[in-house]
């Protein structure tokens, strides 16, 4: 691995501040299920494709770092709000395709950024409790910057990092301005878990229908539908199904049914 990886410091790391806050950086930061590749503008957006190679038609991911850059950011009902509410407060990581509320729209970057972080509906996946090396990086991003966190895998396109910092490939490792090495924390997540059986990825939530307008609130009732859909199981699946019935009547499980 090259120079450029630096061990965590299990707190803000100011040289991933440094890169992200200006124009064009990519870097590489562990999370609870793995690496992902962090970008904040259109110019690191276009780096993570390239690097990556990978498919430009599914929402971006968006990492929020407080729920309150969350309210800021997506369109959102109580019921959802609910949702998120509680997954932060069982720090879960959670993450739910949204439409973007218009107000946040007009804060992107008018440099690209917008084709590049959602989908052709106008929607992205806004995630929470990704993980503490992140979150704390994307939330003094936010404040202290008003740049947004964009994310997704470090890996090539279609295959896992097995949660190893030696394994995000060599395109993106040579690629990257900074490699955050965190092996240790990404274990303590999944602990009793291998390569083999452990999650590499988040759970996944679409709130929205077919045209991208947010599902109806339910109110208790049944069959309300379009419903919320569960389209990619992961981490602590079982906890967030939990959760969503106790908030909706009605929803649906079709993993692998993404966009």
């Given at each position: 691995?090259?120079?450029?990886?630096?061990?965590?410091?299990?707190?803000?790391?100011?040289?991933?501040?440094?890169?992200?806050?200006?124009?064009?950086?990519?870097?590489?930061?562990?999370?609870?299920?793995?690496?992902?590749?962090?970008?904040?503008?259109?110019?690191?957006?276009?780096r993570k494709f390239e690097a990556k190679q990978r498919n430009r038609n599914k929402p971006g991911v968006v990492l929020c770092g407080s729920l309150e850059q969350l309210k800021e950011l997506a369109q959102l009902n109580p019921e959802i709000e609910e949702l998120y509410q509680k997954h932060w407060d069982a720090d879960v990581l959670l993450g739910c395709i949204l439409p973007w509320k218009e107000d946040a729209?007009?804060?992107?970057?008018?440099?690209?950024?917008?084709?590049?972080?959602?989908?052709?509906?106008?929607?992205?996946c806004f995630v929470i409790k990704f993980g503490k090396p992140g979150e704390i990086l994307a939330k003094a991003l936010w404040e202290n910057y008003g740049k947004f966190s964009f994310a997704s895998s470090a890996n090539p396109s279609g295959k896992?990092?097995?949660?190893?910092?030696?394994?995000?490939?060599?395109?993106?490792?040579?690629?990257?301005?900074?490699?955050?090495?965190?092996?240790?924390y990404v274990k303590s997540i999944q602990p009793n878990e291998t390569e083999q059986t452990r999650y590499e990825q988040g759970?996944?939530?679409?709130?929205?229908?077919?045209?991208?307008?947010?599902?109806?609130?339910?109110?208790?009732?049944?069959?309300?539908?379009?419903?919320?859909?569960?389209?990619?199981?992961?981490?602590?699946?079982?906890?967030?199904?939990?959760?969503?019935s106790d908030i909706f009547t009605t929803w649906d499980y079709r993993h692998g049914n993404y966009y």
């Open positions: 691995m090259s120079n450029k990886k630096i061990e965590w410091n299990n707190g803000l790391q100011q040289e991933a501040v440094e890169i992200l806050s200006n124009e064009g950086g990519m870097i590489v930061c562990p999370t609870k299920v793995g690496y992902i590749i962090m970008t904040s503008d259109a110019r690191g957006l276009e729209v007009a804060r992107i970057p008018d440099d690209g950024s917008k084709a590049l972080m959602m989908d052709g509906r106008g929607t992205s896992g990092n097995r949660g190893l910092v030696e394994c995000i490939g060599e395109r993106i490792e040579e690629r990257a301005d900074l490699i955050i090495d965190a092996n240790h759970v996944m939530i679409s709130m929205v229908d077919d045209n991208g307008t947010l599902v109806p609130m339910q109110n208790g009732q049944r069959d309300i539908t379009p419903c919320p859909v569960l389209i990619r199981k992961g981490l602590d699946v079982h906890k967030i199904m939990v959760m969503m």
